[in-house]
């Protein structure tokens, strides 16, 4: 019983894929939207059988409301998420609850179009009826289809990483040799992190300890002063030393790359994958 619950909790954290553009994540608002309407017009569930005239109009109207209550959700709590930086680490369970409470949102979008649309007045004890109606639609689709992406998405990173072999990389980077990052050479960097108008440099000393140092700077500074180099960028957030990488992993998010003398790993974000392979 240990080992299942384990596992389930082992499962709930594990990284999810990142929709690294709006319109991926609209079009997936899209996509439910259509199927709501298409789900209740063809099964007509919750007493829809018994509207006998523009039955369509009206599966179409709760559709709309799923789309409606969503933006609502974008435009509000998701940038108070953001702001808490909530979205940092992503895991399945987080996609889950944000779900959960993007549901919450279409339900009371539906409850408002139901009563004063359809019937003509609010009732808000009905509301919770609505909720669980729209859970009951969307909570079973939604987490099977989770947890399929992230699944395909940890497979797929993963047989790419094993294609990866970081002793192509051990040359040195005689070309730049001579080159240094706020007085760090670049054969000691390891990684570059951006911390919104500073960086953050993880770099080794003399005696091969990690060491970290804060600037301030922009990304897009640091790279162009790395342009043509063994440091490129493997995420929006961070670059990385290539020559400095020993172990490639993957997960739903992409690949994680492993350094000498430094324990952090280095997300490679699948945008930037080709850039490894």
């Not at 209740?40 to 509207?51: E, H, N, R, T």
């Not at 993957?250 to 994680?256: E, F, I, P, T, V």
Request: charged content about 20%; some cysteine.
């Amino acid at each position: 019983m240990k080992t299942y619950i384990a596992n389930i909790i082992e499962f709930a954290n594990k990284p999810f894929p990142e929709d690294e553009s709006y319109w991926a994540y609209w079009k997936i608002l899209i996509a439910l939207s259509l199927f709501v309407c298409f789900f209740l017009f063809v099964f007509q569930p919750f007493g829809l059988a018994s509207i006998e005239s523009n039955r369509f109009l009206v599966c179409l109207g709760f559709g709309s409301m799923t789309l409606v209550g969503a933006l609502v959700y974008e435009i509000s709590v998701a940038r108070i998420l953001y702001l808490l930086r909530f979205y940092k680490n992503w895991t399945f369970i987080k996609w889950v609850g944000t779900n959960l409470v993007i549901m919450l949102f279409i339900s009371l979008a539906n409850f408002l179009f139901a009563r004063l649309v359809l019937i003509g007045y609010i009732d808000w004890q009905f509301f919770p009826q609505m909720i669980y109606s729209t859970l009951m639609i969307g909570i079973m689709p939604m987490t099977i289809l989770g947890g399929y992406k992230m699944s395909k998405e940890e497979k797929k990173n993963q047989a790419i990483a094993e294609t990866i072999l970081p002793e192509r990389w051990k040359i040195s980077d005689n070309s730049r040799n001579e080159s240094q990052l706020f007085e760090i050479p670049f054969g000691q960097i390891r990684y570059v992190e951006a911390l919104q108008n500073y960086i953050k440099i993880g770099y080794v000393n003399e005696q091969s300890q990690l060491k970290e140092r804060t600037e301030r700077a922009t990304m897009k500074h640091v790279i162009q002063q790395v342009e043509n180099s063994s440091i490129v960028q493997s995420h929006r957030s961070y670059l990385v030393n290539k020559t400095s990488i020993e172990k490639v992993e993957g997960n739903a998010q992409g690949l994680l790359l492993s350094l000498k003398d430094c324990e952090k790993l280095i997300p490679v974000s699948r945008s930037r994958i080709s850039l490894f392979k």
